[in-house]
């Protein structure tokens, strides 16, 4: 689309979307709206054979997969969170009958788990794959392990004998701040931070009615997907270390190699369906141990972490600290937004530089502001690195900005919903980089809706104060534009006319792979049940880029517009030929091509792909969509950041008992305007998992840490929502605006789990007149701040702050 | 299968009675997933919160991951292999595509068994007394509405039919 040059352009349903206008259309047009819901989803009432499989319990994920012999992997890990490493003896362990391999630091080729991950030229601090020096975290690797049978592996672990000289760690951002603080890296525990800055932000502070400030505090929380960390790995015929794992990035396989010292053909990567992964699974799990053993070894090895490992030791969300201080005018119009952001990097840098990155570019939210300013850092501290979270830092400043909207509602007496209505952006407007938004904007759209859609206020159930809230959000989705992101597909029908589509894409469950074959279909008319789809493997299939950062549905299904609609191209003139017809008379359905409005005249898709092949047609393609480029300068904080945006709205009716300050949610409306939806109901399920999900971060979910020790390492005190905490969900995908996805579709996997946090908060304020400034919203926070009518519980703020 | 370690047991997995030599210490998830040959029984947690692991222990829910494989012994297990016949697709499955109570599944198998059983005591359950009902089960993908949508319509089916399918 933007600056592919390939625009298909012969079915009905894209002249439809072109007269609307595509999404690189110049920002000073007027709004147009999305057509009405057209034919798209017409070959989707078939559902997908993975879902089949789900629901029959056949599907084989990481774990239900393996080899005769194989061997059981572990990782020992250091139970300390900062110390120097004295010595390590494995002599003891590797005694125990039936271990094959114990390795440490020193039998790691190339002992470091390298990316730049800034896409800015950030310098990153190297991760070891196993601790030999220094131990950072709680949890870190120091050993691993394979043994013929788990009992082995697991005796030998517990007889690798670490000797630890204690140090003195920093174990929270005002820690690592203090003057005089121990470095977790050499060169001081400031990470990365990100500045920009337009107009003139403390000229128009001055001129303000009125300056209003809050600090917001979010929590450090879990994935908690329900399918642990698992793959099982092994050397094939050829030579190749071949991993089939739970991993939402196949292009691993690259960081493998160099870890193995072995040429990056010689290490392929294997995605399975995955048991969910939130981001989670977007940098390496098991990969690198059981990689390591598999080539130590020579022989096939199994690694699952258990529930305890994962919550102790896998990279959580960032817990942000932000501190808004906002310039408005009588009637509630922005002039100045100066925003500062403090992010807990734990003990390495994994994806920080990105996701403070997020943070700081989207801090404004949907709000217009010509004089703005934000910064965001990136700490380290001696707790879990933190990185990959659905919403990765542009999820965390929705509870800034939009707590921050409703204080300047509150101490300008006007309503929430007028304060809003006063400053929502739209396509053209300049953000905090210098650049225009250039798509339209719905989410004044999606909070009507989300509002009306609520109804009446709800009574309470059980005597306590029953208040509404609301909130909005602007979200993006792709990666950011200085990645010059792309993703490659290959689709050929075969003889007999059923279709087969090879992409890398991860699948998390989202049905990545499924939306494949409804596009593919959508074009060339070929049924999902005549589709088959390979998706995830880093030597088969030609590379789409991980399932991340909102981005598959958008790259890896243009790339899919773009392969299917080159190879109806293709194939058209055999069935003109064939019909007697012209190009444009050509109808693409129910797995046949013929005469658009003459049922007698067509051929199946059989024939099609027969008579091509005999004129030496190949009924193939493979080909490559590219994103829109932009450039960043991380200097002057100025450039082009992400391609698009999702808006919308969730607003909410909750009752707060004020004896217990429990929380209960009594009606939740999630509104987002996805552009065009490929398949409504997977859409409508994204916004249902990922509110829900955004209500745990809100009300219960928490990792807690003391010195550098998690509280919550057991999931029988890491609290997720269950079936009993949750309201029925209203879930509404609106089809306002065109994105930039395939057919104009928006990306949906992160946006809906943004406004919950704010949304909640308001509605507690505008039960019990109390503004929580930090989540989540236990009962004891709320009930602690209705006993001094005020939350004080945002770390290292004073009263004066807030 | 040898018998030359362990404690012999025998267990029926879905109507099929087999035999096995397990060491007292494993559980009955391990034994399923290995030698039983049902991976479709899936480990969350470990810890016997989750509920990903529940099978029905002569007919009644369980987590495997909480049970000794010896304290099945001469035990009928269902696992959701046993829902319907090998290909086909019980109408609770059915009703599970049609209104997407599974996106990544893996909650799916524990879940089913679940809803199976409490609706052969309680045909007539309402949606709150369904909600109750499947609390014991976490899913993270589908903020638990979708699948509760899919209970009721399975419900009212069989409601419908009357044949306690």
């Not at chain 1, 792309?486 to 059923?498: M, N, P, V």
């Not at chain 2, 993270?140 to 979708?146: A, D, I, L, N, V």
């Amino acid at each position: 689309m933007a600056t592919d040059a390939h625009h298909p352009d012969t079915s009905k349903l894209i002249r439809l979307l072109d007269a609307v206008e595509g999404p690189d259309a110049p920002v000073t047009t007027p709004p147009r709206p999305a057509p009405a819901r057209g034919p798209l989803g017409r070959t989707s009432p078939v559902p997908h054979r993975d879902f089949v499989e789900k629901v029959a319990g056949t599907l084989p994920y990481a774990d239900d997969w393996g080899f005769p012999g194989m061997l059981h992997g572990v990782v020992v890990r250091a139970r300390v969170p900062c110390a120097r490493i004295a010595s390590i003896d494995v002599s003891e362990a590797q005694g125990v009958p039936g271990v094959r391999a114990v390795l440490t630091a020193a039998d790691i080729p190339h002992n470091a788990i390298s990316e730049e991950a800034s896409g800015l030229g950030i310098e990153q601090t190297v991760q070891p794959v196993l601790a030999g020096e220094r131990i950072r975290y709680d949890g870190e690797p120091v050993a691993c392990i394979a043994a013929e049978s788990m009992v082995a592996a697991v005796h030998a672990a517990g007889l690798v004998d670490v000797e630890y000289e204690d140090e003195d760690g920093v174990f929270t951002i005002d820690e690592a701040l203090a003057d005089g603080a121990p470095s977790v890296h050499p060169g001081g525990n400031t990470y990365v931070a990100y500045h920009s800055a337009i107009g003139d932000v403390d000229a128009a502070m001055a001129r303000a009615d009125h300056i209003i400030e809050g600090t917001y505090q979010t929590p450090r929380v879990d994935h908690a997907y329900l399918e642990p960390e698992s793959g099982v790995g092994w050397v094939d015929a050829d030579g190749v270390v071949t991993l089939r794992v739970s991993t939402q990035v196949i292009e691993h396989a690259r960081a493998l190699a160099e870890i193995l010292k072995l040429p990056h053909s010689r290490v392929r990567v294997i995605a399975a369906y995955m048991g969910g992964g939130f981001g989670g699974k977007e940098d390496m799990t098991v990969e690198p141990y059981l990689a390591a053993l598999v080539w130590k070894t020579r022989r096939p090895v199994r690694m699952v972490w258990e529930r305890q490992e994962s919550l102790l030791a896998r990279q959580k969300r960032h817990p942000f600290r932000m501190h808004y201080r906002t310039g408005v005018r009588d009637d509630g119009t922005i002039v100045a937004q100066d925003i500062k952001i403090l992010g807990d990097a734990g003990a390495y840098p994994l994806l920080s530089s990105r996701v403070l990155f997020a943070g700081g570019v989207n801090a404004t939210g949907p709000y217009r502001c010509t004089d703005a300013r934000m910064q965001s850092t990136a700490i380290f501290t001696n707790t879990v690195p933190t990185s990959a979270f659905r919403g990765f830092g542009a999820m965390q400043v929705v509870f800034g900005y939009e707590s921050q909207m409703d204080l300047i509602a509150q101490r300008l007496g006007l309503s929430r919903e007028e304060v809003r209505e006063r400053n929502f952006v739209a396509r053209g407007d300049i953000r905090v980089t210098g650049e225009p938004i250039e798509t339209e904007c719905g989410t004044r759209e999606c909070m009507h809706r989300a509002l009306q859609e609520l109804g009446e206020l709800s009574a309470p159930t059980r005597g306590g104060r029953v208040g509404r809230g609301f909130a909005c959000s602007m979200q993006p989705y792709g990666r950011s534009m200085f990645f010059a992101d792309r993703a490659s597909a290959w689709i050929g029908l075969e003889q007999d006319g059923t279709l087969v589509i090879r992409a890398g894409v991860t699948d998390l469950g989202a049905g990545q792979a499924a939306s494949l074959a409804n596009i593919a279909g959508e074009i060339l008319g070929v049924t999902v049940d005549r589709t088959s789809v390979h998706i995830g493997d880093s030597h088969l299939t030609p590379l789409t880029g991980g399932t991340f950062a909102t981005r598959q549905l958008y790259m890896s299904g243009n790339a899919l517009q773009k392969v299917a609609t080159l190879l109806r191209d293709k194939l058209a003139p055999v069935a003109c030929d064939l019909l007697g017809c012209t190009e444009s008379e050509l109808e693409w359905a129910n797995n046949l091509v013929g005469v658009a409005g003459d049922r007698a005249r067509s051929v199946t898709m059989a024939e099609l792909s027969r008579t091509a092949e005999a004129r030496d047609v190949m009924p193939y393609v493979h080909d490559t969509y590219h994103a829109q480029v932009g450039h960043f300068d991380p200097d002057t904080g100025q450039g082009q950041t992400y391609p698009d945006y999702t808006h919308g709205c969730h607003a909410v009716d909750v009752e707060v008992d004020e004896r217990t300050g429990e929380i209960t949610i009594l009606k939740y409306v999630a509104v987002h305007d996805v552009g065009r939806a490929i398949d409504l109901q997977r859409v409508e399920g994204q916004i249902h998992g990922a509110a829900a999900q955004g209500i745990g971060y809100a009300l219960s979910e928490e990792m807690e840490t003391e010195g550098g020790v998690l509280h919550s390492t057991l999931f029988a005190n890491y609290l997720i929502p269950t079936a009993l905490d949750l309201p029925d969900l209203t879930a509404i995908g609106l089809e306002l605006y065109l994105g930039k996805g395939p057919f104009g579709a928006r990306g949906i996997g992160e946006p809906p789990i943004g406004p919950c946090g704010p949304a909640l908060a308001s509605a507690v304020q505008d039960a019990v007149g109390v503004r929580m400034h930090r989540l989540p919203m236990t009962p004891e926070r709320v009930l602690a701040a209705l006993h001094t009518g005020r939350d004080d519980s945002v770390p290292g703020v004073t009263r004066e702050d807030t | 299968m040898t018998a030359t370690r362990g404690h012999l047991i025998s267990i029926s997995i879905n109507g099929r009675p087999t035999e096995f030599a397990v060491e007292p210490n494993l559980s009955l998830l391990e034994l399923l997933r290995t030698d039983g040959g049902s991976p479709e029984v899936k480990l969350g947690c470990g810890e016997g919160v989750c509920g990903t692991c529940t099978v029905l222990l002569d007919g009644e829910p369980v987590n495997a991951c909480l049970v000794w494989a010896v304290q099945a012994d001469g035990c009928e297990i269902t696992t959701v292999r046993g829902l319907a016949a090998e290909g086909e697709l019980h109408d609770l499955q059915n009703a599970f595509l049609d209104h997407a109570g599974s996106q990544c599944g893996f909650c799916t198998p524990g879940m089913l068994l679940t809803v199976k059983w409490y609706l052969d005591r309680h045909p007539a359950a309402d949606r709150e007394e369904l909600r109750h009902a499947i609390a014991g089960n976490l899913c993270r993908c589908t903020g638990y509405t979708k699948i509760l949508d899919a209970i009721e319509a399975y419900r009212d089916l069989r409601l419908k039919d009357g044949d306690g399918h």
